[in-house]
T-cell receptor, first 112, second 111 residues
Framework: SQQGEEDPQALSIQEGENATMNCSYK?????LQWYRQNSGRGLVHLIL?????REKHSGRLRVTLDTSKKSSSLLITASRAADTASYFC????????????FGTGTQLKVEL | DAGVIQSPRHEVTEMGQEVTLRCKPI?????LFWYRQTMMRGLELLIY????????DSGMPEDRFSAKMPNASFSTLKIQPSEPRDSAVYFC?????????FGPGTRLTVT
């Protein structure tokens, strides 16, 4: 079963708006990562946040992690049409080796 | 570096046939992962290797699936015999630590 569940499943916004995606997970983790997948392509790593971190920024991306609620959010600011893709969270469970468990994904559409 | 290379990119085969998917990881990466992605089940980890040794194959759906990694630069995922429900996109990924690098995938259609 999927460790991570993303919310919403689909999101449609206008260019320039912010997009927020949420991820919930079930077990203790070492870190949580976010990946992007463009249609017909492989996944691309975006950002990693460790279990002892609460917030991390990378360019227009902002990730938060709340281990007490077992949840994370990904914020994309000033979205662009090129941000249209599916976004997945992935967890590296404590004691799970380097194995990642991926969430169900959020399909983001950014319209001009 | 060329990234993770997968072949073929597309495979169409008939039920009962053997299918072999190939992966070349990024040089220097000591972890290799095989995933399957479908609309119904999302992205599932099938098996992963560390230093060419299979570590966890609990995601391999059944005995029809097998994977090998004879050396650090090559891995195969074999399905024999194939069934229509095996139709999916199969991804290979490699890593040295926690961040994984994915190949472009092989879209398998079994008719």
């Amino acid at each position: 079963s999927q460790q991570g569940e993303e919310d919403p499943q689909a999101l449609s916004i206008q260019e320039g708006e912010n997009a927020t995606m949420n991820c919930s997970y079930k077990t203790s983790i070492n870190n949580l990562q976010w990946y992007r997948q463009n249609s017909g392509r492989g996944l691309v790593h975006l950002i990693l946040i460790r279990s002892n971190e609460r917030e991390k920024h990378s360019g227009r991306l902002r990730v938060t992690l709340d281990t007490s609620k077992k949840s994370s959010s990904l914020l994309i600011t000033a979205s662009r049409a090129a941000d249209t893709a599916s976004y997945f969270c992935a967890t590296d469970a404590t004691g799970g080796g380097n194995k990642l468990t991926f969430g169900t994904g959020t399909q983001l559409k950014v319209e001009l | 570096d060329a990234g993770v290379i997968q072949s073929p990119r597309h495979e169409v085969t008939e039920m009962g046939q053997e299918v072999t998917l190939r992966c070349k990881p990024i040089s220097g990466h000591d972890y290799l992962f095989w995933y399957r992605q479908t609309m119904m089940r999302g992205l599932e980890l099938l098996i992963y290797f560390n230093n060419n040794v299979p570590i966890d194959d609990s995601g391999m759906p059944e005995d029809r699936f097998s994977a090998k990694m004879p050396n650090a630069s090559f891995s195969t995922l074999k399905i024999q015999p194939s069934e229509p429900r095996d139709s999916a996109v199969y991804f290979c990924a490699s890593s040295t630590a926690v961040e994984q690098y994915f190949g472009p995938g092989t879209r398998l259609t079994v008719t």
